[in-house]
C-alpha cells in the first residue's frame, strides 16, 4: 500500500513528524481524522497546550490503541469584504504533532508517549 501524505487544510496543519509517524505506523489521514472528531478517551498532553486523544482498536488477538496528539492555536481573522476593520472573525487552527499505537490498554490518567515523541518534543517543542 503506498502511503498518501495528508495535506494542510484551512482548519488543518500536519507536522513533518506525523507524517513520518504515519507511514512508520500504517496510519492514514481519515483514521487520524476519525480520532480526533471522535476520540474515545482525551487526556493532557506532555508538552504545554496540548491534547492527546485515543481510540481503540478491538481485535480476537490483542486490544491496541491508536493515539494523536494536537494543539488548537486560536485567532482572529479580518473579515474580508468589510469596511470596517474592527469586525473580526474567530477561527482556529489545529497542529497534528504526533501519531502512535499502544500495544494493550493504556492506564487512565496519562498518554503512554513514546520516547522519540519525548525527544522530538524536546527539540523541537
Known amino acids: 500500500m503506498k502511503f498518501r501524505e495528508p495535506k494542510d487544510s484551512e482548519n488543518l496543519v500536519w507536522t513533518e513528524h506525523v507524517k513520518e509517524k504515519m507511514r512508520f505506523y500504517h496510519l492514514s489521514e ?71 499505537r499502544y500495544p494493550g490498554t493504556s492506564p487512565i490518567g496519562e498518554p503512554p508517549i513514546p520516547q522519540d515523541v519525548i525527544e522530538y518534543l524536546k527539540t523541537y517543542g
Open 30 to 100: 481519515t483514521k487520524l481524522k476519525s480520532i480526533l472528531r471522535n476520540p474515545e478517551r482525551e487526556e493532557k498532553g506532555i508538552a504545554t497546550h496540548t491534547v492527546a486523544v485515543m481510540q481503540g482498536v478491538k481485535s480476537r488477538k490483542q486490544n491496541r490503541e491508536i493515539w494523536l496528539m494536537y494543539r488548537t492555536i486560536k485567532f482572529k481573522m479580518s473579515l474580508p469584504g468589510s469596511k470596517n476593520a474592527k469586525l473580526k472573525e474567530k477561527r482556529q487552527k489545529i497542529i497534528i504533532i504526533s501519531a502512535w
